[in-house]
C-alpha cells in the first residue's frame, strides 16, 4: 500500500496571513511541517500543494518537493484533490500546513485503519478525542462529530452535539483535522460540489457524508498543536526554546 502525504498549504490565511512563512526558530513554519512529515517515515513521498509562488519558492530552494495550483479552491481538500491523478498512490494523508509538530502516531493510526479494511468499506479516516469540558462544548471554534456504533462519522458541527434537553454536559467529541482518503475518494471529492450543509457551517467534511463517502473516525487523546495566531507562534517558538 503506497501511502503519500500532501499539504495544502494556503498563503491567506483570514486569522493569520503569511503565517507559513513565519520564521520559527530559523526555519519556516511549512519548511518544518514539511520535514516532520518526512521525518515521521510513514510515507513513499511528501508533497506541498500551494497557491503562493512564496510558498512554492520555499520549499524548492531548500529541496523539497511542491506543486502550484492551476486555480482557486474553497478548501485544502479541494486543493489537494487537484492533483490526485497525478500522484501514484493508494492512500493520500492531509497534512495541514501549520502543523509543525504532526504526531506520527495519529498518523499511523489512520494509515493502519486501511491496512484493516480488507473490504474497502473505509473510503476517509479521521481522528476525534473526547470533549472534557463544557466550554470547550460549546465553542464554535471547536468541531464536535457524532458517530454510529461502529464509529463512521453521522454528523459534523460547531453546534453542541449531541445536544442534551437536559442541559447536563454528557460524552462529546471534538474532530482533529487531519484525513487520510483513498485516492478514489480524493479523485470524487474532486468533482463534487459544495453543499448546503458544507457552506452553512464551514465545514468540509459534510460534503462527504452528503455525497455517500464513509468517514471512519479513530479516537485519540493528544490534540494537535497548531499555529492559528500570532500567539500560537510565540508558544511554539517558547516550546522549541525548551527542547
Known amino acids: ?6 499539504i495544502p498549504a494556503r498563503y491567506d490565511s483570514q486569522r493569520f496571513p503569511g503565517k507559513l512563512l ?4 530559523g526555519k519556516t513554519v511549512i519548511w ?34 511542491s506543486l502550484k ?3 482557486q479552491h474553497a478548501t485544502g481538500t479541494d486543493r489537494i484533490a487537484e492533483f490526485a491523478k497525478e500522484i501514484e498512490a493508494d492512500i493520500f494523508i492531509n497534512i495541514q500546513g501549520d502543523e509543525p509538530f ?7 493510526s489512520i494509515i493502519d485503519v486501511f491496512r484493516q479494511d480488507d473490504t474497502h468499506e473505509i473510503d476517509i479516516a479521521s481522528l476525534m478525542m473526547p470533549i472534557e469540558d463544557k466550554a470547550s462544548f460549546l465553542n464554535p471554534n471547536n468541531v464536535k462529530v457524532v458517530t454510529d456504533q461502529q464509529d463512521f ?11 442534551s434537553r437536559d442541559y447536563i454536559f454528557e460524552k462529546a467529541y471534538k474532530h482533529i483535522g487531519v484525513y487520510a482518503f483513498r485516492k478514489a475518494a480524493l479523485m470524487k471529492i474532486a468533482d463534487l460540489p459544495q453543499t448546503d450543509l458544507e457552506k452553512i457551517e464551514k465545514l468540509e467534511n459534510l ?11 479513530i479516537t485519540t487523546q493528544q490534540a494537535n498543536f ?16 525548551k527542547l
Open 1 to 6: 500500500m503506497r501511502v503519500v502525504a500532501l
Open 207 to 217: 460534503r462527504f457524508i452528503q455525497h455517500g463517502l464513509k468517514i471512519k473516525m
Open 102 to 108: 504532526i504526531n506520527s502516531e495519529q498518523l499511523a
Open 22 to 25: 513565519k520564521d520559527l526558530q
Open 32 to 65: 518544518r511541517t514539511y520535514k516532520a512529515a518526512l521525518q515521521s517515515n510513514l510515507f513513499e513521498d511528501v508533497w506541498v500543494i500551494t497557491d503562493s509562488d512564496a510558498i512554492f519558492d520555499e520549499i524548492h530552494k531548500k529541496g523539497g518537493k
Open 153 to 163: 462519522a453521522l454528523y459534523f458541527s460547531r453546534a453542541p452535539i449531541p445536544f
Open 69 to 71: 495550483s492551476k486555480g
Open 226 to 241: 497548531g499555529i492559528d495566531t500570532p500567539e500560537d507562534l510565540q508558544k511554539a517558538i517558547t516550546y522549541l526554546k
